[in-house]
Nanobody, 114 residues
Framework: QVQVVESGGGLVQAGGSLRLSCTAS????????MGWYRQAPGKQRELVAS???????NYADSVKGRFTISGDNAKNSVYLEMNSLKPEDTAVYYC????????WGQGTQVTVSS
């Protein structure tokens, strides 16, 4: 089964930036689309950004203009650049295929203080 490892989270003040990384244990070259998801306390996991194998990207309205997703097939990795962070972005962030087909990793905690 594919394993993913997310990293790059941390504690940041509102308005700050973080760059999340996700590395898969197998090639993502033939994956139709990869996504970054997040789950805040007491809320359902939601898709915040996705990228197709052709490079097309899509974002949730709540992060549009602030987050940028990118991928590196050679490194089996997907990244999420997060700028102008808000307290409501606080969550555990995960990566997976879109739709989610792999086992979930442990995620990386992002905490934005006001």
């Amino acid at each position: 089964q594919v394993q993913v490892v997310e990293s790059g989270g941390g504690l940041v003040q509102a308005g700050g930036s973080l760059r999340l990384s996700c590395t898969a244990s197998r090639s993502i070259f033939r994956v139709n689309a990869m996504g970054w998801y997040r789950q805040a306390p007491g809320k359902q996991r939601e898709l915040v950004a996705s990228i197709t194998s052709g490079g097309s990207t899509n974002y949730a309205d709540s992060v549009k203009g602030r987050f940028t997703i990118s991928g590196d097939n050679a490194k089996n990795s997907v990244y999420l650049e997060m700028n102008s962070l808000k307290p409501e972005d606080t969550a555990v962030y995960y990566c997976n295929t879109r739709p989610s087909l792999w086992d979930w990793g442990q995620g990386t905690q992002v905490t934005v203080s006001s």
